[in-house]
């Protein structure tokens, strides 16, 4: 029992470098910033964040393509570099400065954040998002989340999406506990599901459906005591085959990381990009600019 769970925490250590596809490019990266905070908050003002999705027949998915698209950015670890961190995982590693530095020149900018209920109601009814939206969103339920993004986002009154993977709930000290995530919730935030342990969502068969999907939303929904509506895909990798099935379990949208999105269900596939460790302000104001069409 030891030597498997051993190896299950290994293996889970190893995504966290691997997870979410494509190789960073600063041409294709999403930008996410925050409310423009007059001055740092103690508490996260949770006013409009956990909204009810509206109702009513989708548009046509010409009409949700035709919006402008919102950037949208993804994190993985929030920690300075080891010398045992190999060139590849530096990629999905933000060091601490460089995480804090982009946040405050987010601010400083006039960014808002944006929560995917936010981006659902503009993406099929066209409700005004506010000046220069954003979104930010962390994957895989990495402790550096609460310990050090969560801090820094309270300091301009940024919200951001927190896509958990369960199997990792609770093995501190590198990942988030419950508790941690219901504090997260209760601030404002928004908690999405990442699977349990990050297996492909294009490879499911039998009773992966049921391992993977229904089990840890009910788990996280017994965290929140919310239902758990977004959905981010492991490695960011989807296929339309996917769709149906995350639709009938209650999720209105997901979220990739492909450079294109399907042309037949666009809210099951909404892009975003992961900011490689190692950007220079420079290369992340640009890609803040030169991504979403």
Not at 124 to 148: I, R
Not at 207 to 226: F, N, R, S, V, Y
Request: charge should be positive; include cysteine.
């Amino acid at each position: 029992m030891t030597k498997n769970l051993v190896g299950l925490c290994l293996g889970v250590l190893c995504l966290t470098f691997s997870a979410c596809g494509s190789s960073p490019d600063p041409k294709h990266a999403a930008v996410a910033g925050g409310a423009a905070a007059a001055k740092p908050t103690d508490g996260a003002d949770t006013t409009g964040t956990h909204t009810p999705v509206p109702g009513g027949k989708l548009p046509p998915p010409s009409v949700i393509l035709g919006r402008k698209e919102v950037p949208i950015l993804c994190y993985h670890q929030i920690r300075d570099w080891k010398p045992t961190d190999s060139r590849s995982a530096k990629d999905y590693i933000m060091p601490i400065a460089d995480f804090r530095q982009q946040m405050k020149m987010l601010h400083d900018s006039g960014y808002h954040t944006v929560l995917p209920d936010q981006l659902y109601a503009y993406l099929t009814t066209g409700a005004p998002l506010p000046e220069k939206p954003v979104m930010l969103t962390f994957d895989d339920n990495d402790e550096d989340h609460y310990t050090v993004a969560y801090p820094e986002l309270k300091k301009y009154n940024f919200k951001a999406v927190y896509f958990v993977m369960t199997v990792t709930l609770g093995r501190l000290p590198h990942y988030m506990s419950k508790d941690q995530v219901k504090e997260l919730y209760n601030a404002g935030n928004v908690i999405g599901s990442h699977t349990w342990d990050h297996h492909s969502v294009k490879k499911y068969q039998g009773k992966d459906w049921e391992i993977q999907i229904d089990k840890p939303t009910k788990q996280l929904e017994a965290i929140t005591g919310a239902p758990i509506r977004y959905f981010a895909y492991p490695f960011g990798l989807w296929n339309r085959q996917a769709f149906p099935e995350l639709r009938k379990r209650g999720f209105v949208a997901a979220f990739g990381l492909a450079d294109h999105r399907d042309d037949t269900d666009p809210l099951m596939c909404i892009r975003r990009i992961i900011v490689a460790g190692g950007w220079s302000m420079k290369t992340f104001n640009a890609a803040i600019h030169s991504s979403f069409k």
